[in-house]
């Protein structure tokens, strides 16, 4: 994917925010969350605007062990910090994470692909949403500084149009969002993985 341009997802985020807060219901948002931790503040933010749903799809994470605990780490945070919020978790598939990742195995982190990851986990966010019929999706994967919000963005909107959810543009790292992640981890005691699931960021460390 080439280099995208320089955009304020954060000032379209607010933007969106204003027109949603005048309205007389609450939308509905799916929202594909990688973890409890990058989850926590962008709850905190979006609770006050959306119903909310959170989607666990990450086939990429490994071991099992690995991803049984990221689940029941975001299944607590929403008891313990935000229990009108509603869980979904996708299905755990990681044959289809090593499928895709045939060929990738040496790319660097950030390459080509984290970006079919991407790609895969968003479709399948947009899926849900559909099902569900959410009225918008989004990831919470913009908050972490590893990860390029402008082609998070990007692949969102492109699924956005193949699925026919609309897709919350947002840059949650903006505005302290990872800093306060870190200080509601701390609150809330949550486990605070250091690497993003796959094999193959495991191995980059």
């Not at 219901?25 to 959306?50: N, Q, T």
């Not at 099902?131 to 908050?143: A, C, N, P, R, V």
Request: hydrophobic share 30%; proline share 5%; charged share 30%.
């Amino acid at each position: 994917m080439k280099q995208m341009p320089k955009v304020n997802y954060q000032l379209i985020l607010d933007k969106e925010l204003e027109k949603i807060t005048a309205l007389d219901k609450r939308p509905g948002l799916l929202l594909h969350a990688c973890c409890a931790p990058c989850s926590s503040y962008v709850l905190e933010y979006l609770e006050k605007y959306f119903d909310i749903t959170v989607f666990f799809y990450n086939p990429n994470i490994s071991p099992e062990s690995e991803y049984l605990h990221r689940v029941g780490e975001i299944k607590r945070l929403i008891s313990e910090m935000c229990p009108r919020v509603s869980f979904l978790e996708g299905k755990y598939e990681p044959k289809r994470f090593y499928e895709m990742a045939k060929g990738l195995e040496n790319e660097p982190e950030r390459g080509a692909r984290c970006l079919k990851c991407y790609r895969l986990r968003l479709e399948e966010a947009a899926i849900a949403a559909k099902e569900q019929g959410s009225d918008y999706f989004t990831t919470t994967l913009s908050i972490s500084p590893q990860k390029d919000s402008a082609v998070l963005n990007t692949i969102g909107k492109e699924v956005s149009g193949q699925y026919g959810v609309p897709y919350l543009f947002s840059d949650f790292k903006k505005r302290g969002g990872y800093k306060r992640s870190i200080e509601l981890s701390a609150e809330y005691h949550l486990y605070r993985q250091n690497f993003c699931g796959c094999v193959f960021s495991r191995n980059s460390d």
